[in-house]
Structure formats: C-alpha cells, structure tokens
C-alpha cells in the first residue's frame, strides 16, 4: 500500500537532547512538508522540500533542521534550540504545486 | 498574508442534525481550498476539495462550495452520524515564490451524540 510513514508513534526525550523524526513515503510525491501541532492552534509549517536536495524554512523554523538526500525521506530533527519541543509532529507530501496533501500517522514529542 | 478563519468550536450535534462549519479566507490570487478531517490521535485526512470558484466538492456526504465573492468555503451535511466526531480543518493553497503550501485554520471540533 502506498502512504506515509512516520516512525516512532511516541517519543519522549531529556531536555537539551537533539532528536530525529522520520518521515518516509513511497507515493513518488516531489514535496514534502514538516508541520507541528499544538492543542487549539492548528497547524503550523516548520519546513517544506519540493525537489531533493532543496528546502525552505516555514513559519517557525527555528530550533529545527531537515535534510532531503532522498525523495522518500525528510527527517526533522528538533535540535535543543527549540525552546517548546513538546509538541505533536505530522508529516505530509504531495504531487506539485496546488495539488491537496497527504498526512502521515504523526509522532508525538514529549521532552521533559 | 493568506489566512484561514474557521468557527470556533466544539459544535455539539444529535445524531441525525444539520452540520454548518464556516470557513472564510484571504488570500492573494486564486487558491485552491480544502477540508480536512483529523480523528484522536491520528494524522489529517483529505475531506474534499475545491480548485475554483463556484466548484463544489463533495464527499461521504460533506459538501462545500468555493464562494469567491464572500471568501468562503463552508462545510455542510445533512445529517451527521456518531462516527463524524472529529476535528475538522480548513485550509488553501497558494503560492510564495513558485512554491506551493498550504495554510490552515485552527480546526472546529465535531462532536455527535446518539
């Protein structure tokens, strides 16, 4: 089946440790998107890959960083510059411009 | 900036009830507009979509309709079930810099009741 994967469901993490998300699809989308969600404030965008190699920072990017070495892949890492880590994770792709998204399971990220 | 406003919820229904959600947007040039559905814990899911004006999208009863002379996109059903009890989301896609994102409202949470 095609989809997105995203891996772990839950993670939980010290204060001031680095840590990867993983995002994986194997729908032969270009982009791919990084979003963080918070309870009453929808969606935000951290960052977005449209071709591999390529990426722009999103609405709150800081504190984030991403890499796409590969078109199935975009990790996110939450580095221990970002001030409110906790937070729950989705991960979407899609074909091209103005084209709808499509939305992994998520990872919720607990940092104590 | 593109934005997306959505009413405030919960919107609490008996089962078998009219559903409304308002959806109003700005947004520079002509955006394409979604509705999403996300359940407890899990990611969001493409409800339907419209891509003009005056398009309707429509799918497991939920209609919508692309009105760009009052910038709206509102999500309606006839008669809603237990199982519609979700988060629902509003958003458009437009264009910065020949790339394309997608901006969300804050969500309306649904809630059904037998």
């Known amino acids: 089946d095609g989809g997105i994967t995203q891996s772990p469901k839950y993670l939980f993490r010290k204060e001031g440790q680095n840590v990867t998300l993983s995002c994986e699809q194997n729908?032969?989308?270009?982009?791919m998107y990084w979003y963080r969600q918070d309870p009453g404030q929808g969606l935000r965008l951290i960052y977005y890959?449209?071709?591999?190699?390529?990426?722009q920072k999103g609405d709150i990017a800081e504190g984030y960083s991403v890499s796409r070495e590969k078109k199935e892949s975009f990790p996110l890492t939450v580095t221990s510059a970002q001030k409110n880590p906790t937070a729950f994770y989705l991960c979407?792709?899609?074909?091209?411009?103005?084209?709808?998204?499509?939305f992994g399971p998520g990872t919720r990220l607990t940092v104590t | 900036g593109d934005s997306v406003t959505q009413m405030e919820g919960p919107v609490t229904l008996s089962e078998e009830a009219f559903l409304t959600i308002n959806c109003t947007y700005t947004?520079?040039?002509?955006?394409?507009l979604f509705w999403y559905v996300q359940y407890p814990g899990e990611g969001l899911q493409l409800l339907l979509k419209a891509t003009k004006a005056d398009d309707k999208g429509s799918n497991k009863g939920f209609e919508a309709t692309y009105r760009k002379e009052t910038t709206s996109f509102h999500l309606e059903k006839g008669s809603v079930q237990v199982s519609d009890s979700a988060v629902y989301f509003c958003?458009?896609?437009?264009?910065?810099?020949?790339?394309?994102?997608?901006?969300f409202g804050k969500g309306t949470m649904l809630l059904v009741s037998p």
């Open positions: 947004a520079t040039g002509y955006p394409s």
């Open positions: 890959s449209h071709i591999v190699n390529d990426f």
């Open positions: 958003a458009l896609s437009d264009r910065t810099g020949g790339y394309s994102t997608l901006t």
């Open positions: 729908l032969n989308h270009d982009a």
């Open positions: 979407a792709s899609s074909m091209g411009q103005g084209s709808e998204q499509y």
